[in-house]
């Protein structure tokens, strides 16, 4: 089975930062790698799918890269809103997530 | 716009059952593959089923297969989670997720575009 594993699990940052956050997968997925954002209370909402593609209404200041197994989720300069937890999905094979990035106000 | 939104959540014992259903308006729903997903308190998130537009297909996680039943009507616009057995751990907020499909190919690639708000199950005597 493959396992995705996120690090950070929690970093602190301040607005303005540039926050990368890294979903490793244990065997290659190619390019299936899809990013969530989740605030407390709230449902997860699409940020990345297909490791690259921002998905329709989010800012730019979010990107993604990689393929194989290493892929990384990059907020360019972070705002007050994005203070949140962060989570990889792989659909090679199932439907996996990672363990999560909180991302907290410093 | 679209919206999905659960219901039937509550406290059940250990050992009961509970039906969840997900109202999907916004979209032609026949159209659409549909998953649920569940978040154990303080926890990450855990896929749990999937079920194919026309109903024919259907996929469980490890973890609640034999226990629990995903199905659908289209003709209401709903998606339902039948769980029997309830344990403790199954304590959690299950959200429903529309499937989107991406790419072309033999294997499609997908997402989970839009969830519901949740909806909380707490299993305790």
Redesign the interface.
Known sequence: DIQMTQSPSSLSASVGDRVTITCRASQSITRYLNWYQQKPGKAPKLLIYGASTLQSGVPSRFSGSGSGTDFTLTISSLQPEDFATYYCQETYSSSLFGGGTKVEIK | EVQLVESGGGLVQPGGSLRLSCAASGFTFNNYDM?W?RQAPGK????LS?ISSGGSIVYY?DSVKGRFTISRDNAKNSLYLQMNTLRAEDTAVY?CARH?K??SGSYS??????????TLITVSS
């Open positions: 998953n997903v990450g998130l855990e896929w999937y996680a959200y989107f991406f790419g690639p997908y997402c989970f575009d839009y969830w519901g708000q949740g």
